[in-house]
């Protein structure tokens, strides 16, 4: 099958022009989509979908390049889509004519030389999806048309056939389709992942699924220190969690942590990193303000926009009543994190810091330690293996399931292991002594496989902080894990190590099986990549 992609773009570029289409300013979108959402009792506004989470299974591509073709899994579902695609495609122009549509214009990013311009054309027929627009352009800044682009564009049907429902992506013309969902989910990771992908082929840069901050400690030594931390995860993870928190660092000591970014970012050879978003788009369900403080302030500002989330017949939200959905979401805006906020939403030049950090988070429930220090190529390993758990975010049959995804990164372009091999390049090209990688694990100690019978223990958000504390101050003494064989430590200030010992809840024979399991499961799942390093297959066959 063949198609003139050429064609296409081209027919994108027109269907802006239509007479059916209209550019409502943001004002105007707000106004309208009040009108089909609820005030709640803080101002903000809740606004409820027909589909909650993403539709994965529904997303392919086409592309001349074959390489692109075969590094998506082509199921039966997804072949039997691009079968169709033609005709698919000649319904939608066609509709295009006809529909009531928008046109709006955003900027990605605000930096000196990549900067993609985001072109929306999406339907209104279902007057109520115009809150997917609006809340678009509350997560990124106005439309500079100075700014170096590439050029994207959106074509977005929310009333398409529920029957026929997909996201067609044409990443070499830098197009994309959406049709029979208004989640608003779909065109944010729509524009990220073309985004992501014009990156790596345009400008040799690295599109990471990861959140961003700046930490500044007082070392062991009494020196102030400033590190660029980056945090990779799965939804539902802690990555935003992890992104947005304070980490308990002391201001009268001259620390802090500045929070720069919370989804993607473009990671550079200088070891910078390219922010996209000015707002950032969070998990609620379980929302509290204990543990998450400066995310459940600023979901409860009236900037805050609220989708799925619960909320009453007075306005009152509940964030911890998941009869919705387990996917409830929220969008906060940067600005409103005060002082907690950076100057800039990127990452600067390991020049003028004293180091990068890549923290890799998972959620594991047995053995895996809390954290683990690692070496390039195991950091390049855990960078593939993107072991988490699945979450209603992206696949509700399967929630709670165990997973693996390059990059915790769903939305690549082509093939995986270049993506590894890219990674890894950039980290070997970066100076040594400035850089260090971590696995995070955010799950639960001695939960499955349990043969000791006592209680199982979950691993704290201020665990975890206490971890990432330490590992900025130097001051863990580390010593090598027998079986993963990375560096786990002797000692954490300000934590006692006892919960995290697996003697607690396995016996030693049970213990070493998990962990030879976990491990023939990695190489196991490592085989699929043909042409990724050697070092890095090296790193997990142990």
Request: glycine residues 8%; proline residues 6%.
């Amino acid at each position: 099958m063949k198609i003139d992609q050429r064609e296409i773009l081209e027919k994108v570029r027109e269907a802006f022009g239509y007479p059916n289409v209209r550019k409502p300013s943001v004002e105007e979108m707000r106004e309208e989509a009040i009108k089909h959402g609820v005030v709640t009792e803080d101002g903000s506004l809740a606004f409820f979908t027909s589909v909650r989470n993403r539709s994965a299974r529904l997303t392919y591509l086409y592309a001349e390049d074959e390489n692109l073709m075969n590094s998506l899994e082509w199921t039966p579902q997804r072949k039997k889509l691009l079968e169709q695609l033609p005709k698919t495609l000649e319904l939608v122009f066609e509709y295009l004519k006809k529909a009531p549509l928008i046109q709006h214009h955003r900027n990605m990013g605000v930096n000196p030389d990549f900067n993609p311009h985001m072109h929306l054309l999406f339907s209104i027929a279902r007057r109520d999806t115009i809150r997917v627009p609006y809340m678009w352009t509350q997560s990124l800044p106005d439309f500079n048309p100075d700014l170096p682009g590439p050029e994207l564009y959106m074509v977005y049907i929310p009333e398409w056939q529920e029957k026929d429902r997909q996201i067609i992506v044409f990443p070499e013309i830098n197009v994309t389709f959406v049709l029979g969902t208004d989640y608003y989910g779909e065109i944010k990771k729509g524009f990220l992942r073309m985004a992501m992908y014009r990156a790596k082929v345009d400008k040799g840069y690295l599109g990471l699924h990861a959140g961003a901050k700046l930490a500044r400690v007082r070392d062991r030594n009494g020196k102030l220190r400033t590190y660029s931390i980056l945090l990779f995860g799965l939804s539902g993870t802690g990555k935003t969690t992890h992104s947005v928190h304070p980490w308990g660092l002391n201001p009268d000591e001259g620390e802090r942590v500045w929070i720069v970014q919370d989804d993607f970012v473009a990671l550079r050879p200088d070891g910078s990193a390219y922010g996209t978003e000015i707002g950032f788009f969070i998990k609620t369900d379980g929302l509290e303000r204990e543990s998450q403080p400066l995310i459940y302030d600023s979901a409860r500002k009236p900037s805050a926009l609220l989708e799925n989330v619960l909320v009453d017949w007075k306005g009152k939200v509940y964030f911890q009543d998941l009869t919705l959905t387990g996917n409830g979401r929220g969008i906060i805006q940067w600005s409103d994190l005060g002082e907690w906020k950076s100057d800039s939403i990127n990452l600067p030049p390991l020049s003028e810091i004293d180091g990068l950090i890549f923290l890799f988070i998972t959620r594991r429930s047995d053995i895996l330690p809390m954290i683990q220090k690692l070496d390039p190529a195991q950091a390049a390993a855990a960078f593939m293996l993107g072991e988490s758990i699945e979450t209603s975010a992206g696949d509700p049959t399967k929630a709670g399931q165990s997973v693996r995804v390059v990059g915790t990164n769903p939305f690549i372009v082509g093939p995986e292991d270049e993506e590894g091999n890219i990674f890894y390049d950039l980290y070997r090209g970066l100076p040594q002594d400035k850089v260090q990688a971590y696995l995070m694990n955010t799950g639960t100690i001695g939960e499955r496989g349990n043969d000791r019978g006592t209680k199982s223990y979950k691993i704290r958000i201020r665990d975890n902080a206490a971890a990432i504390r330490a590992i900025m101050k130097g001051t863990i003494d580390w010593e090598e894990h027998p079986l993963f064989k990375t560096l786990i430590p002797k000692n954490i200030p300000d934590l006692d190590l006892n919960p995290f010992d697996l003697s607690n809840y396995y016996t030693e024979a049970t213990a070493e099986k998990l962990i030879e399991q976990l491990i023939e499961e990695r190489k196991e799942y490592m085989k699929k990549f043909s042409n990724l390093y050697p070092e890095i297959i090296k790193a997990v066959d142990i």
